[in-house]
């Protein structure tokens, strides 16, 4: 069974004005659309084929003859959950258990927020932001182009995409003001209390 693209779990115009329509369409219906079809064609014929996208990623991550599936897998995987990283009307803080853990691994939320907006923004040239539960322990990591926490035997609770494709028509250069907006105004805490 191929892989498929799934569904945006919102409609392209539902994060504006933040994040608009014509990001989403390119962003979804282009880019993460290619991504599929590209892995797709790199496996046919073979027999991780029918694996799941996690089989994939975790069987031929650090094989540089299978570089090519490996970053269109990932960057399947990773723009999957990114979209669900996101909803509309979200930002602001968590709650519950999360945000038990967070103050609890971070010393508050604050501090999250200030290593993860930092992390963002000083991943060089294109890549991921990340909340991770890491042995137990929440954490921040950043990953480069389509490397992603599975791939370091870690959980990804969240993702910020820091990829210029992800905010260039809506924020133009100004990625700072972009992972800003994100948490304060998109973020899906829901989904990050999920993946716990
Ligand atoms: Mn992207």
New binding site residues.
Partial sequence: MAITLPELPYAQNALEPHITANTLSF?YGK??NAYVTNLNKMLEGSPLANESLEKIITEVKGDASKAGIFNNAA?VW??TF?WNSMKPNGGGQPTGELADRINKDFGSYEKFAEEFKTAAATQFGSGWAWLVEDGGKLAVMKTANADLPLAHGKKALLTI?V?E??YYLDFQNKRPDYIGTFLDKLVNWDFASQNL
């Fill in positions: 962003h880019h993460h960057q990773n723009h990114y995409d990829w494709h992800a």
